[in-house]
């Protein structure tokens, strides 16, 4: 059974930094692309980060030149490095994976990080 796990969220203030992680764990044979969404109360999910398998990235415009993503495909887990917070970016994060185990392709969510940015 595969799952993703995040961690590292917590509460900061504004200005600060935080970096979450997010470990695929299972019977995995290769991961394409990750991605952080973000659902802040009363708010759609959005996308925050994307990094392909082959270390290309994309990011939302609201986050550039502020957030890093990144992955270490040897551990099967993805970073978020947020820098410069600000209390806009308070929302509930979810890592996001398509992952192929036992032959299959399959959409993967984690259970979700809640990130507070507050003084």
């Known amino acids: 059974q595969v799952q993703l796990v995040e961690s590292g969220g917590g509460l900061v203030q504004p200005g600060g930094s935080l970096r979450l992680s997010c470990a695929a764990s299972?019977?995995?044979?290769?991961?394409?692309?990750m991605t952080w969404y973000r659902q802040a109360p009363g708010k759609q999910r959005e996308l925050v980060a994307f990094?392909?398998?082959?270390?290309?990235?994309n990011y939302a415009d609201s986050v550039k030149g502020r957030f890093t993503i990144s992955r270490d495909n040897a551990k099967n887990t993805v970073y978020l490095q947020m820098n410069s917070l600000q209390s806009e970016d308070t929302a509930v994060y979810y890592c996001?994976?398509?992952?192929?185990?036992?032959?299959?392709?399959?959409?993967?969510w984690g259970q979700g990080t809640q990130v507070t940015v507050s003084s």
């Open positions: 990094i392909a398998s082959g270390g290309i990235t």
């Open positions: 996001n994976a398509n992952i192929k185990s036992n032959y299959v392709w399959k959409n993967y």
């Open positions: 299972g019977s995995i044979s290769s991961i394409s692309g």
